[in-house]
Nanobody, 119 residues
Framework: QVQLVESGGGLVQAGGSLRLSCTFS????????MGWFRQAPGKEREFVSS????????FYADSVKGRFTISRDNAKNTVYLQMNNLKPEDAAVYYC????????????WGQGTQVTVSS
């Protein structure tokens, strides 16, 4: 059974930074593709970033390219999202997700962590 727990959200001023963490509980963390998604009030959940099991492949939504960096530490069963130069439109609940193959749907989701950006 896989469980994901996000942390690191909070209130930050525009232009500031936050680092989100997602701790994975279960077996074979390094075999899972991990992703970050976000959902703002009244909007659909959207893809933010993903990373392969080895960390060698990373993908970003256009809206966060150059500002956000995804990484993982397989020894710590943790995936990170470093968010720099935050904008008010980045405010949302951020969710961590895991899937076992590149082409599958994300099977597992965390409970989310709130990011608020003040202008």
């Amino acid at each position: 059974q896989v469980q994901l727990v996000e942390s690191g959200g909070g209130l930050v001023q525009a232009g500031g930074s936050l680092r989100l963490s997602c701790t994975f509980s279960g077996r074979s963390f390094s075999s899972y593709y991990m992703g970050w998604f976000r959902q703002a009030p009244g909007k659909e959940r959207e893809f933010v970033s993903s990373i392969s099991g080895s960390g060698g492949a990373k993908f970003y939504a256009d809206s966060v390219k150059g500002r956000f960096t995804i990484s993982r530490d397989n020894a710590k069963n943790t995936v990170y999202l470093q968010m720099n130069n935050l904008k008010p439109e980045d405010a949302a609940v951020y969710y961590c997700a895991a899937k076992s193959t590149p082409s599958s749907m994300y099977h597992y989701w965390g409970q989310g962590t709130q990011v608020t950006v003040s202008s």
